[in-house]
């Protein structure tokens, strides 16, 4: 290569080159167009070269080192001439035809790939997130090699992220653990994932990782004299058995332990097994016979053996796995598995690339199931709903569930019932009545465990529920309960708003069925673009169309304004709903809002609207991007209203009287007043009246300042529902 270059560069160019000839060797290839790499490098060289990075370094040092840790991942010379290209298109003045001009129509399909979505503008930086990583993922689908450049860009990244700020570096660190982290366990890459891993962790939550490694570099002075005796002590037994292998022992990553102390809600003393040793044996026979040797020296113990290689991880993983007491009743993890199970297990996708002699991969592979789950879910309705989809498909975590038939479906840690019910088909997830586990009856949130026989219990009758939405874990079974509630809610609306033009025209001596035939009724429709009745009623029951504004075309002479009864006015308080105040409305008892809360509207079934404060519970719970919520506002409140006060209280001797004086000292009237008592404290339930949200944080403060009062809630909480349930 005739082109003079910094020294820096010159070294870090060659030692690309030597990992591609070390590769070369190892896969024991001899055909590779190393004048292509040189001809990328040259270009990305020129483009980058007066561009620097945070860490003063030149720019070109980035992709030539993402360059490298792509030989270990796969030998493809577009692949690496991509990836010493990967950032000229988004961070150079390079027009994509050069690109193709020089290196050809597929590597700029990967640079392209690539690069990240700038041009447009967006209202919020999780919107272009999302946006980005849907075109990545659309990307992935047509060129799996696009993933794999993205991981050793974010690898290089993370090994020289301390030259960020602290609040970027959190952040990249968070994006890397919550996404890129996953989809390397996910294609298999056993020895990115770790790095990645540990690389985040140790950025977002220094505390916990330095005493971990701390603790870990602790124990491997002390047992590495112990890690090789077993190593030698096993490879021995397993000789004398007649079983060729390898033994190698180790300690587990960092980020691996902390997710095990999480979930297991335990501390660093209380875990065990840090210890882990592989058997890499010959062939799958001699796998189930290293494992019967295992067992007879040392004791197992209950419950922890896997068989990965019976029934492999969706990522193609494949190993026995058990947990034994060693010398010492030191516990320990073995994994035993054949060198080429071990070779996919590192290096997964790229390993598994090259065992099938360059074949294209096909999406209906099995280890490609996430990937189609992640695609299905590009196209979700918001930023936050999508990355929030996605971090739940690409969790590590994963449990083995059965159907009665033996079918195996794989699961996140913490699916359902109901989420079995969806993985199994989308019409047994919409009739799902009940569920039982193991031949017992459970409830449809209840968490699978792996290796459970659940059957799904069904009625053609049967409808899903919003509330499943509170528990479900897939965003697959999310996304068609969505669906489904949204269909059910729709018929709703039609429902409501028939029966509202039905009403309307009754009170100008018309009958429906005659007036939906009229050509009034055709040419409203065409005026408001809509095509079908269905449409109009579901827009009337939405609130978005009046249907007295219908009436008016028939009659425009008359002023229906005049004949208008204001149930609002004579209910003393006047809401605006859109600006208009011509609705039915009552106040929802569950929040009890009054004058100066922030309100919202839910349409209810019988087309009236109800009024709840923005945060009630309800609200929260039904969603707040429901079609049957509307806006809505205080205008004016002409009389007092009711509303309800839960308070806790200890040591209730005369706080009754307590109670009554401070509030009838406000001048605000109690309507009514019950107790519940508790083995630790006492509840009372208020019901006042008062005119505004004023007098009621007044009333709250008086009360907070009694001794013997713990706290003030406003509406009926749970707490008291229940000691209503327990009478």
């Known amino acids: 290569m005739e082109y003079k270059i910094e020294p820096d560069i010159e070294i870090a160019y060659k030692d690309l080159k030597k990992s591609i000839r070390d590769a070369l060797i190892k896969q024991k290839k001899s055909n590779f167009d190393f004048d292509l790499i040189d001809k990328a490098f040259t270009f990305a060289y020129e483009k980058h070269k007066t561009q620097k990075r945070a860490s003063k370094e030149s720019y070109i040092i980035h992709p030539v080192n993402t360059a490298k840790i792509i030989t270990r991942l796969l030998l493809d010379e577009n692949t690496i001439a991509a990836a010493l290209l990967h950032d000229v298109l988004e961070d150079t003045q390079t027009k994509e035809e050069e690109i193709e001009s020089n290196f050809g129509p597929d590597v700029l399909k990967l640079v392209k790939a690539l690069t990240k979505i700038e041009s447009l503008q967006y209202k919020s930086a999780e919107q272009k997130q999302a946006d980005n990583f849907r075109k990545l993922l659309v990307s992935i689908a047509n060129d799996l090699r696009v993933i794999l450049i993205k991981l050793a860009d974010r690898l290089h990244n993370m090994r020289t992220i301390v030259y960020l700020n602290e609040e970027k570096r959190k952040r990249i660190a968070k994006e890397t653990l919550d996404i890129y982290a996953p989809m390397a366990h996910r294609l298999g890459i056993y020895w990115l ?38 190593e030698n002590s096993l490879k021995e037994d397993l000789l004398q058995n007649n079983i060729q292998c390898e033994v190698n022992g180790r300690i587990k990553h960092i980020y691996s332990i902390y997710t095990k102390m999480q979930r297991k809600n335990v501390d660093l ?109 590009t196209q979700n309705e918001s930023s936050q709903e999508f990355l929030r989809d996605m971090k739940t498909d690409l969790e590590s975590g994963e449990i083995y569930v059965f159907t009665p038939a033996g079918d195996l479906k794989v699961l996140p840690r913490g699916a359902t019932c109901v989420d079995f019910a969806y993985e199994i088909h989308t019409k ?45 874990k897939t965003s ?4 068609k309960i969505k669906q489904s509630v949204r269909e059910i809610e729709k018929q709703e609306m039609i429902v409501i708003g028939k029966n509202l033009l039905s009403k309307e025209l009754l009170r100008h001596n018309i009958t429906l069925a005659p007036y939906l035939k009229s050509k009034a009724f055709k040419d409203s429709l065409s005026s408001l673009g809509l095509s079908k009745e269905d449409d109009l009623f579901e827009n009337i029951g ?18 229906t304004k005049k004949r208008e009864i204001d149930t609002q006015v004579k209910s003393g308080f006047v809401i605006a709903i859109d600006g208009s105040s011509n609705f039915d409305i009552k106040l929802a008892k569950c929040c009890s809002p009054v004058a100066g809360d922030d309100i919202i509207g839910y349409i209810s079934k019988n087309g009236v609207i109800m009024i709840h404060r923005i945060d009630c519970e309800n609200i929260a719970r039904i969603g707040y991007n429901s079609e049957r919520l509307i806006k809505a506002q205080w205008q004016e409140s002409k009389k ?18 307590k109670i009554s004086s401070a509030i009838a000292n406000l001048n605000i009237n109690i309507t009514d007043f019950k107790m519940k008592k508790q083995t630790d404290r006492d509840i009372f339930l ?20 009694e001794p013997s009062i713990i706290k003030v809630e406003r509406g009926l909480k749970k707490d008291f529902q229940r000691g209503e349930q327990n009478d």
Not at 542 to 559: G, H
Request: glycine share 4%.
């Open 428 to 472: 047994i997830g919409d009739m799902c009545t009940g569920a039982k586990v193991n031949n017992k009856m459970v409830p449809l949130r209840h968490e699978l465990q792996s290796g459970d026989i659940v059957e799904i219990l069904t009625s053609p009758s049967h409808k899903p529920s919003r509330d499943w939405l509170s528990f479900v």
């Open 193 to 230: 994932k770790s790095e990645l891993e540990d690389r985040s962790f140790e950025i977002i939550d220094y505390k916990t990782y330095n005493k971990i490694k701390s603790y870990l570099e602790n124990l491997l002075e002390k047992k590495e004299e112990y890690i090789r005796f077993i």
């Open 542 to 559: 939405l609130k978005k169309i009046n249907p007295q504004s219908l009436i008016n075309s028939l009659e425009p002479q008359k002023d």
């Open 640 to 657: 007092k209203v009711k509303t309800i006060l839960t308070v806790y209280a200890k040591d209730t001797l005369g706080l009754i009287s």
């Open 269 to 377: 003393d209380s875990i065990y097994d840090f210890v882990a040793f592989r058997i890499i044996t010959e062939t799958e026979k001699d796998c189930y016979n290293a494992l019967g040797v295992v067992h007879k020296i040392y004791k197992p113990l209950l419950n922890r053996f896997k068989d990965y290689i019976a029934l492999p991880k969706q990522n193609m993983y494949q190993s026995l796995h058990t947990t034994v007491f060693g010398p010492g009743d030191v516990v320990l993890e073995i994994q035993i598995r054949t060198q080429k199970m071990h070779e996919i297990n590192e290096e997964g996708l790229a390993a598994h690339w090259r065992y099938k002699e360059g074949k294209k991969f096909n999406l209906n592979d099995k280890m490609f199931v996430w990937l189609k789950k992640l695609l299905e879910n």
């Open 476 to 479: 697959k079974a999310r996304n």
């Open 686 to 705: 208020l019901e006042i009246e008062v005119s505004n949200i004023n007098e009621i944080n007044e009333c709250v403060s008086v009360l907070s300042k």
